[in-house]
């Protein structure tokens, strides 16, 4: 008996000690930044797109809150484009290093990413893609469908109807102006198409003319053109553009808390029952 009591009381301090540990190591992480130092500053080779002004997570939250302002569906949608575009730097994915960039979820961010990302061998969780809009502004890079999928987020809280729209090599959104026609954007560049799908894939020089007054080669809008006219894929948002990774991203943030508490619980019943014995038999 007594030693079945020590046996539960180790036990008990040990799962104290790691909630503990993961509990302080949940609070660092509130003090941190998700963005790498410098982004948009250092290692240009590695990055494809740079805005001129790379907007820190304040700046663009609040400019994502300040477009409430906006009553015009296709103003509101054509300034949230140019202010995602703002927000995110286009980085070479597959080659920037991922503990660097944050690509790897840090530890002190949700130890659950990191814990899947570390060891299980996913290359989407070795180099993760928020669903959450709000932490990919907050770590400040992505790629075509990173962009998509926070301008997908900002039009769907202001009530904009919307899609996301998956070609082979790239991914938009589209939609739905005042007069129910439905027009393409494209955060990743930056550019407003202004177009509905059907008008860009029949007319390839409403394309051209977008990008290439955005300031875009001639060689990237080529390409850009062959990848509009070719197969595709429609989502209503973000939750359908990566519907498990959304759920189980969401979950793991709560966790993240709740586990800690579960991990330190036993102890404060150990002390309580103790305390109870005790004071029965002190009587």
Known sequence: MVVSSRMWSTAARLLFLIGFALMAL???????????????VKELEKLRFVPNEVWDSKT???????LKSVTKPTKLANRATLLVNKSLVHVDWPEVDPVAYRQLVPPWENIFLWGVGEFSGLPQFERYHYTDYRRT?????????????????????????????????HVIVEYQARNNEWLLLDP????????????????????????????????????????????????????????????????????????????????????????????????
Not at 26 to 40: A, D, F, V
């Open 137 to 169: 502004i907050e770590r400040g890079i992505g790629i075509c469908g990173d962009a998509a999928t926070v301008l997908s987020s900002v039009l769907g809280r202001f009530g904009i109807p919307n899609n996301i729209i998956s070609f082979d090599g």
């Open 26 to 40: 949940n609070i660092y992480g509130l003090t941190q930044s998700l963005r790498m130092p410098e982004l948009g």
């Open 188 to 283: 990743d560049f930056g550019v407003v198409l202004g177009h509905s799908l059907a008008v860009v894939r029949e007319k390839p020089e409403v394309v051209r003319q977008a990008y290439l007054s955005a300031g875009y080669s001639a060689g990237e809008v080529e390409d850009l053109i062959k990848i509009y006219s070719g197969r595709y894929k429609k989502f209503d948002d973000t939750y359908g553009f990566m519907a498990k990774r959304y759920i189980f991203e969401r979950l793991t943030y709560v966790l993240k808390w709740i586990l800690p508490i579960l991990l330190m619980f036993p102890i404060l019943v150990l002390w309580f029952y103790r305390k109870k014995v005790n004071g029965f038999f002190g009587q």
């Open 60 to 66: 663009s939250l609040k400019a994502i809150s300040n």
